[in-house]
């Protein structure tokens, strides 16, 4: 059986290698994505939002650093920070809701400074 930490493992080892597909492939069809300014449903929904960070993080000088990670049953925390040739993530974090070895729900916020 896939537990959530498998899910999240996966989850952000495809995120690391740019891996579109295999992100996407982490969620249900009817998964919802929450950002601030809409939420994102479905994979199709969520596809673009993760084409905007594969870009973004594609740039030459980008780091990332996790903080914290914890996982709680079907539930997982994450906070991170990076630098991109953009863009400054102070404080970035990620909850994820996982059933049945997929996500079903996420949330995700951060503080973003724009370097230009």
Known sequence: MTTTSDVLDQHLKCF???DLDGVLADYTLDAV??????PLK???AIKPFFQAFF???AKP?????????????DYAYILWSAETADNSYEAAT???????????AQSFAARVTPKR
């Open 61 to 73: 000088g980008a780091s990332f650093s996790m903080h914290q990670r914890y996982v709680e049953g």
């Open 94 to 104: 990620d909850t994820f809701v996982v059933q049945n070895g997929k996500i079903v």
């Open 33 to 38: 994505l929450f950002v601030p300014d809409r």
């Open 16 to 18: 690391s290698e740019n």
């Open 55 to 57: 870009a973004e993080f």
């Open 42 to 44: 479905g994979p199709d």
